[in-house]
């Protein structure tokens, strides 16, 4: 389970969990201190993900946070230290999670694929899987006749249980 402190970041979750080429996501990944303005200061990023297999930090933060002066400061020390580690960074504001596209996939789209899934279709899915990477579709034509549907492997990943590249 992720942990999310508000309701965007949780939004901000079910994207990149829809995301395939996100692998890994990791919620407060690690705590950073750095001096700003003569005082020493400490931060939590709110999210370290795995895109494409290239570690990326990513915040969620309300758009009004932004035009406070010790958090846009922050925001940009936060970007420059990035930066010089090679490693992107990026900031999702709440305005864009409320988009039309973001909004339906994340009200649709993700409870779409979290359905319920036999637990024993289940297993049979996940150990057909250890013998090694499949298809989709060589997994449901290797379980025949009484293949899974589509949205039930996909289902699957969603909720974690098996790994879709």
């Not at 508000?6 to 395939?20: C, G, Q, R, T, Y």
């Not at 201190?33 to 020493?40: A, I, L, P, V």
């Not at 994340?106 to 024993?120: D, G, N, Q």
Request: glycine share 4%; net charge negative; hydrophobic share 40%.
């Amino acid at each position: 389970m992720i942990e999310c402190e508000s309701d965007h970041e949780a939004n901000f979750v079910i994207l990149a969990e829809l995301d395939p080429n996100v692998t890994d996501i990791f919620s407060q990944p690690f705590e950073w201190e750095h001096w700003s303005d003569g005082k020493q200061r400490r931060h939590w990023p709110d999210f370290g993900l795995t895109i494409a297999g290239q570690p990326e930090i990513h915040e969620v933060k309300e758009l009004a946070k932004l035009h406070d002066e010790v958090e846009w400061k922050t925001r940009c020390d936060w970007a420059a230290w990035c930066n010089e580690q090679g490693v992107p960074y990026s900031v999702t504001l709440d305005v864009h999670l409320n988009a039309s596209v973001q909004r339906r996939c994340i009200e649709e789209l993700w409870f779409e694929h979290a359905r319920k899934v036999a637990p024993f279709l289940t297993l049979r899915i996940q150990s057909l899987l250890e013998e090694g990477a499949m298809t989709i579709g060589a997994v449901i034509a290797a379980l025949t006749p009484n293949e899974p549907f589509y949205d039930e492997i996909l289902a699957l990943a969603a909720q974690g249980k098996i790994y879709i590249n």
